[in-house]
Nanobody, 123 residues
Framework: QLQLVESGGGLVQPGGSLRLSCADS????????IGWFRQAPGKEREGVSC????????NYADSVKGRFTISTDNAKNTVYLQMNSLKAEDTAVYYC????????????????WGQGTQVTVSS
C-alpha cells in the first residue's frame, strides 16, 4: 500500500506562503485522487482540497478558495498544496490522503493517509 509523507509545514506570518508536499517514494500515485485535509485544535478534520487522478478536476473548500492551489508533479510523484495569503485560522495539522480514482468529500473514503505536517500562522 501507499506510504504517504507530507512535508513543508512550519511557522509563517499572516499573509505569508507555504508549499506543502505529499509524496510516496516507493509507489506511484498514478490512479489515485489526492486530498488535503486539516485539523485545527478543537475542530473536526476538514477537507481543504483535492485533485483527481487525471489531474483534470480540482476542488477547494470555500475557506481556502482563491488562496490555495493544488497541483501535481508526475515526474517527482508528488502532490503540492501551495498556500498563499495565509491566515491565523489556517493553523492546523495538514494531512494528505489518497483514494483510487476520484475525489470524495468524505474522510472515510480515503484509504491512505500521511502522518501530517504542522502549519502555524502567527505573528
Amino acid at each position: 500500500q501507499l506510504q504517504l509523507v507530507e512535508s513543508g509545514g512550519g511557522l509563517v506570518q499572516p499573509g505569508g506562503s507555504l508549499r506543502l508536499s505529499c509524496a510516496d517514494s516507493r509507489f506511484t500515485l498514478d490512479g489515485y485522487a489526492i486530498g488535503w485535509f486539516r485539523q485545527a485544535p478543537g475542530k473536526e478534520r476538514e477537507g481543504v482540497s483535492c485533485i483527481s487522478s487525471s489531474g483534470g478536476t480540482t476542488n477547494y473548500a470555500d475557506s481556502v478558495k482563491g488562496r490555495f492551489t493544488i497541483s501535481t508533479d508526475n515526474a517527482k510523484n508528488t502532490v503540492y498544496l501551495q498556500m498563499n495569503s495565509l491566515k491565523a485560522e489556517d493553523t492546523a495539522v495538514y494531512y494528505c490522503a489518497a483514494r483510487l480514482s476520484g475525489c470524495s468529500d468524505y474522510i472515510i473514503a480515503y484509504k491512505y493517509w500521511g502522518q501530517g505536517t504542522q502549519v502555524t500562522v502567527s505573528s
